[in-house]
T-cell receptor, first 109, second 115 residues
């Protein structure tokens, strides 16, 4: 059965810290991996990764995929209180999008 | 570009009542999705449309849930009758096309509380 596992489930850090969120997967036919940020209700798209070793970067956020070890990480540097959210990882296997349960990140001022 | 529009934002109903949600996807997006998200879990796909045809409704509880996408644009999701376990956030999403290289864009969702 296809599955996506995110860790940790929750994380509390202080403003200015750097955090690393993990997403591991076991799927039958990997096509792509997506990261979303969910504040309140609507998930907003962050990154889509298809190739190993190529870092995607947007401001203080970056992500990389390792297709050999079957995981991805999302890094956030110099965290701000506005980064507090649930971060969701999803993997496309064939035409199915398999979602993780998310990591709840809380940034303390 | 305008985002995915959903209404209502919140709905509180009693069990056994019916409820309907509406979604207007991003213009030009062929694929539309309805997800159910229970607190602390990832989104669960209920139904996926490609234009006005259903391509995946394997996890839709068809005895109580129904959805349609007339003319391949707007969509409605209905629950009749509602159960307590239907309390969740219902998210609508759209993408340019169906496939792994077309990210989903989500609406703000509807928080449903069934009492």
């Amino acid at each position: 059965e296809d599955k996506v596992v995110q860790s940790p489930l929750s994380l509390v850090v202080h403003e200015g810290d750097t955090v690393t969120l993990n997403c591991s997967y076991e799927v039958t036919n990997f096509r792509s991996l997506l990261w979303y940020k969910q504040e309140k209700k609507a998930p907003t798209f962050l990154f889509m990764l298809t190739s190993s070793g190529i870092e995607k970067k947007s401001g203080r956020l970056s992500s990389i995929l390792d297709k050999k070890e079957l995981f991805s990480i999302l890094n956030i540097t110099a965290t701000q209180t506005g980064d507090s959210a649930v971060y969701l990882c999803a993997v496309y296997s064939n035409y199915q999008l398999i979602w993780g349960a998310g990591t709840k990140l809380i940034i303390k001022p | 570009e305008a985002g995915v529009a959903q209404s209502p934002r919140y709905k509180i109903i009693e069990k056994r009542q019916s409820v309907a949600f509406w979604c207007n996807p991003i213009s030009g997006h062929a694929t539309l999705y309805w997800y159910q998200q229970i607190l602390g879990q990832g989104p669960k796909l209920l139904i996926q449309f490609q234009n006005n045809g259903v391509v995946d409704d394997s996890q839709l509880p068809k005895d109580r849930f129904s959805a349609e996408r007339l003319k391949g644009v707007d969509s409605t999701l209905k629950i009749q009758p509602a159960k307590l376990e239907d309390s969740a956030v219902y998210l609508c999403a759209s993408s340019h096309y169906r496939g792994p290289n077309s990210p989903l864009h989500f609406g703000n969702g509807t928080r449903l509380t069934v009492t």
